[in-house]
């Protein structure tokens, strides 16, 4: 395991407990569904951002 991979575990954890905590906490007042939807879909990009930073080196000889 690789020394920043705790990290970037940490950091998908974080993003995973955001994506169910803003909705119900900080959005549950927006009537329209595309309020919700645009938060999911940033965070959903920041995660595959942060997957692709993960996995890049992957398979390559140390």
């Not at 974080?14 to 595309?34: D, G, H, M, R, S």
């Not at 309020?35 to 951002?49: D, E, P």
């Amino acid at each position: 395991m690789k020394e920043n991979e705790g990290v970037y575990a940490i950091i998908i954890t974080c993003l995973i407990l955001i994506a169910f905590v803003v909705p119900y906490t900080l959005l549950p007042n927006v009537e329209k569904w595309y309020g919700s939807f645009l938060f999911w879909t940033v965070l959903t990009v920041i995660v595959i951002g942060v997957n692709y930073l993960l996995i890049r080196d992957w398979g390559k000889k140390q």
